[in-house]
């Protein structure tokens, strides 16, 4: 018996199929051997079995603990988000948007480590221009443009005394000799992960891989990509704006509620520690709403900016950026029901200033605020911030790390906090909107 699987995807058949139904490439479909028979179909002899070695047991008491020892970055809010620096054999999985700035950020956060960069994306001299751009020692940086996984593997090992860190550049553009089809596809990056991640935790150094994301911003290849690594982080920020936020879907030597925020400019990007970075001048005006949330145990403030205007199209538009289209969606549900605001009949457009996504549900209230003082062209209070989740009933719930956000707010003159502690419920907002 024999079976065909598709070179690029994986996907399997029990018959040769002309077009992958999983990937759509043509002429993918590979013919292999069942185990225990031959190319031809017929059953192979019974192969005698081999002798299996028990796996050897380790107490958990013996194991030395490699958080302890990290490697610094140097930048304190990259370090934040990874949870003190680098761990020795860990493997970082550093994806975002084309042009956001990965490239830039991992150059500057190595700068006082040895490095073996590998790029398959840019040259050497393109490299060399931007660290010395950013005033990077070039004599810490050994460059290699490989891109076959094999060869940068005993590159690594035979320069393994002489780094700290290695860096690859990116792992769809890198591709392995044992696997058919082009770099990139499913196969190849399950391949060269593993040997990478194999790597790294044979020699014991630490490793970020550059990987690419999807149109929805999601990493791009397998879900076994992200299964592999330690540490996956996303640079995530509007190409247009001056701000960088650093978030770590997954890690498994720190938290994933720490976000590291950055600034970018001609000289490189600088470290944001204003909380209120985000918010852009103090004039009252319709419409605008600053909200309070907390990432982690840090506590931030962004301004969030709703327009409602009545539409002339049969289908009233939604346009919303930086937060969630369906929790915007709830909202107007509940702003409808209990509030008693008719906007069916309003195009609405929803933005959170400087291109970040807000994730925390403490937003809520800020953004019905929004929204309600835009319908009625009312100016919220001056240095008014709002937190409070809202249910579906109307009522205003707590919030994660409330106490501190509210006292970070007075501490940053933002004197009138508009929260689960003085509003029970959304119908109490307009009298907050009113005393404006």
């Given at each position: 018996?024999?079976?065909?699987?598709?070179?690029?995807?994986?996907?399997?058949?029990?018959?040769?199929?002309?077009?992958?139904?999983?990937?759509?490439?043509?002429?993918?479909?590979?013919?292999?051997?069942?185990?225990?028979?031959?190319?031809?179909?017929?059953?192979?002899?019974?192969?005698?079995?081999?002798?299996?070695?028990?796996?050897?047991?380790?107490?958990?008491?013996?194991?030395?603990?490699?958080?302890?020892?990290?490697?610094?970055?140097?930048?304190?809010?990259?370090?934040?988000?990874?949870?003190?620096?680098?761990?020795?054999?860990?493997?970082?999985?550093?994806?975002?948007?084309?042009?956001?700035?990965?490239?830039?950020?991992?150059?500057?956060?190595?700068?006082?480590?040895?490095?073996?960069?590998?790029?398959?994306?840019?040259?050497?001299?393109?490299?060399?221009?931007?660290?010395?751009?950013?005033?990077?020692?070039?004599?810490?940086?050994?460059?290699?443009?490989?891109?076959?996984?094999?060869?940068?593997?005993?590159?690594?090992?035979?320069?393994?005394?002489?780094?700290?860190?290695?860096?690859?550049?990116?792992?769809?553009?890198?591709?392995?000799?044992?696997?058919?089809?082009?770099?990139?596809?499913?196969?190849?990056?399950?391949?060269?992960?593993?040997?990478?991640?194999?790597?790294?935790?044979?020699?014991?150094?630490?490793?970020?891989?550059?990987?690419?994301?999807?149109?929805?911003?999601?990493?791009?290849?397998?879900?076994t990509l992200e299964h592999l690594v330690d540490c996956v982080?996303?640079?995530?920020?509007?190409?247009?704006?001056?701000?960088?936020?650093?978030?770590?879907?997954?890690?498994?030597?720190?938290?994933?509620?720490?976000?590291?925020?950055?600034?970018?400019?001609?000289?490189?990007?600088?470290?944001?520690?204003?909380?209120?970075?985000?918010?852009?001048?103090?004039?009252?005006?319709?419409?605008?709403?600053?909200?309070?949330?907390?990432?982690?145990?840090?506590?931030?403030?962004?301004?969030?900016?709703?327009?409602?205007?009545?539409?002339?199209?049969?289908?009233?538009?939604?346009?919303?950026?930086?937060?969630?289209?369906?929790?915007?969606?709830?909202?107007?549900?509940?702003?409808?029901?209990?509030?008693?605001?008719?906007?069916?009949?309003?195009?609405?457009?929803?933005?959170?200033?400087?291109?970040?996504?807000?994730?925390?549900?403490?937003?809520?209230?800020?953004?019905?605020?929004?929204?309600?003082?835009?319908?009625?062209?009312?100016?919220?209070?001056?240095?008014?911030?709002?937190?409070?989740?809202?249910?579906?009933?109307?009522?205003?719930?707590?919030?994660?790390?409330?106490?501190?956000?509210?006292?970070?707010?007075?501490?940053?003159?933002?004197?009138?906090?508009?929260?689960?502690?003085?509003?029970?419920?959304?119908?109490?907002?307009?009298?907050?909107?009113?005393?404006?």
């Amino acid at each position: 018996m024999s079976f065909f699987i598709c070179s690029d995807c994986g996907y399997g058949s029990g018959s040769f199929i002309g077009k992958c139904p999983d990937c759509s490439a043509w002429n993918t479909m590979k013919r292999h051997a069942a185990p225990g028979s031959d190319a031809k179909g017929k059953k192979g002899a019974e192969k005698k079995k081999e002798a299996v070695a028990a796996a050897e047991l380790t107490s958990l008491s013996n194991i030395k603990t490699t958080t302890k020892n990290r490697l610094g970055t140097g930048l304190f809010e990259f370090d934040r988000v990874l949870g003190g620096g680098f761990i020795s054999g860990g493997v970082v999985l550093l994806t975002g948007e084309p042009g956001i700035g990965k490239s830039t950020l991992l150059l500057q956060s190595l700068k006082s480590m040895n490095v073996l960069y590998a790029s398959g994306e840019e040259s050497a001299e393109q490299v060399s221009d931007r660290a010395k751009r950013l005033g990077i020692p070039l004599g810490q940086v050994k460059f290699t443009s490989e891109t076959q996984t094999e060869s940068i593997v005993e590159t690594i090992k035979q320069h393994k005394d002489d780094i700290d860190i290695v860096v690859i550049d990116s792992i769809q553009t890198i591709y392995s000799k044992d696997v058919t089809g082009m770099a990139g596809s499913v196969s190849q990056l399950k391949e060269c992960a593993m040997q990478l991640v194999a790597l790294a935790k044979s020699i014991h150094v630490p490793m970020v891989i550059v990987g690419h994301v999807t149109k929805e911003g999601d990493v791009a290849g397998p879900k076994t990509l992200e299964h592999l690594v330690d540490c996956v982080l996303l640079f995530e920020g509007d190409k247009v704006s001056m701000h960088r936020v650093l978030r770590a879907n997954k890690n498994r030597f720190g938290s994933t509620d720490e976000v590291g925020i950055f600034a970018m400019h001609e000289t490189g990007l600088a470290e944001v520690t204003n909380p209120t970075a985000f918010i852009e001048g103090d004039k009252p005006t319709p419409g605008r709403a600053i909200v309070g949330v907390s990432e982690g145990k840090r506590p931030l403030y962004f301004e969030i900016q709703t327009l409602t205007v009545p539409t002339t199209l049969p289908v009233p538009r939604r346009v919303v950026k930086g937060v969630d289209y369906n929790k915007v969606q709830l909202l107007l549900a509940v702003i409808r029901k209990h509030l008693h605001l008719q906007m069916d009949a309003h195009d609405i457009y929803v933005n959170v200033v400087g291109g970040i996504d807000i994730k925390s549900p403490a937003a809520d209230l800020g953004i019905v605020a929004s929204l309600v003082s835009s319908m009625k062209n009312i100016s919220l209070p001056k240095k008014s911030v709002f937190l409070g989740e809202v249910g579906l009933l109307g009522e205003v719930r707590d919030v994660f790390f409330q106490d501190n956000i509210i006292k970070e707010a007075k501490r940053l003159s933002l004197t009138k906090v508009i929260s689960p502690q003085n509003t029970k419920h959304v119908r109490e907002l307009l009298a907050h909107i009113k005393s404006a």
